[in-house]
C-alpha cells in the first residue's frame, strides 16, 4: 500500500504543464485568502500586529537527490528514483546483504535513498571542535548548515540578529543515532545524541552565531 507522500508524488509527476500551472495559480489564490488576517471585533483588544501574516523568506533542505529546494522540487514534480546502490562510502552492502531477509545482522536491500556529502560539515565555521563534530549525530551538522543556508538565501545577515527578539525553534525526529554507543561499545558522550537534548544544543550553536 502506496504512502500518502508517494500517492501525492505519483499524481504530480503525471500532471501536464498546463495542469501545474493552474495549480500554481490555485495555490496562490488559497495562500492569499487563507493569510490574510481575519476581521476582528473593534472591542477585541487584539493588536494589529498579532493577526499579521507569516512570511516564509528562506528555505533550505537536504533530500537524498536534492541538495537545496530546487532540486527536491524536481524531484518531486517529475517523479524521480531518488533512491540508487548503497555506495561504498557508506558500508559495505556486499557483506551485509541478505537476498532473502532471514538472516539477523543482514539487510534485504541493496538500494537506499541517501543525503550527499554528509561528511562535509565544517565545524569550525560553527565554532567546533573537529573531535567534538565527529561525535555529533549527522542530523545536528546537517541541520546547522540548512538553517545557516536559509538566512543566506533569504538574504538577512546573520550578525544582523544579535539583540533582536528572535527565536530558534528545532524539532528533531530521528534517533537512530543514539543506539551507536550501546550497539557498537563506544565510549563516546552521549548527550548529543538524544534528540531532546540535540533540540536545545543546535538552537544554543545557532544563537551563539547571532
Known amino acids: ?21 493552474a495549480l500554481r495559480k490555485r495555490l496562490a489564490r488559497s495562500s492569499s485568502s487563507t493569510s490574510a488576517p481575519a ?5 477585541s483588544g487584539q493588536s ?4 499579521e501574516p507569516i512570511a516564509v ?18 524531484v518531486v514534480s517529475e ?5 540508487a ?10 557483506s551485509l546483504y541478505d537476498p532473502t531477509g532471514q538472516k539477523a545482522g543482514r539487510m534485504s536491500v541493496r538500494r537506499a535513498g541517501m ?25 545536528q551538522r546537517l541541520l546547522l548548515e540548512v538553517s545557516w543556508e536559509a538566512f543566506e538565501i533569504a538574504g538577512i545577515p546573520v550578525s544582523s540578529l544579535a539583540g533582536t527578539p528572535v527565536g530558534a525553534y528545532v524539532g528533531i525526529g530521528g534517533t537512530d543515532y543514539s543506539k551507536v554507543p550501546s550497539t ?18 543546535v538552537c544554543r550553536l545557532i544563537g551563539y552565531r547571532w
Open 39 to 43: 476581521a476582528q471585533p473593534a472591542d
Open 184 to 201: 557498537y561499545g563506544c565510549s563516546r558522550s552521549g548527550s548529543k545524541r538524544i534528540h531532546w537534548i540535540s533540540n536545545g544544543l
Open 48 to 51: 494589529k500586529s498579532s493577526v
Open 85 to 94: 546502490e548503497i555506495p561504498p562510502e557508506r558500508w559495505d552492502v556486499d
Open 79 to 83: 517523479g524521480i528514483d531518488a533512491t
Open 1 to 21: 500500500m502506496n504512502s500518502p507522500e508517494r500517492d501525492l508524488s505519483d499524481r504530480l509527476a503525471k500532471l501536464s504543464p498546463e495542469q501545474r500551472a
Open 57 to 74: 523568506v528562506g528555505v533550505s533542505c537536504r533530500f537524498p537527490g536534492a541538495p537545496d529546494l530546487d532540486a527536491y522540487w524536481k
Open 115 to 139: 543525503v550527499d556529502n554528509i561528511d562535509q560539515f565544517d565545524p569550525k565555521f560553527f565554532g567546533i571542535s573537529p573531535r567534538e563534530a565527529a561525535r555529533m549525530d549527522p542530523q
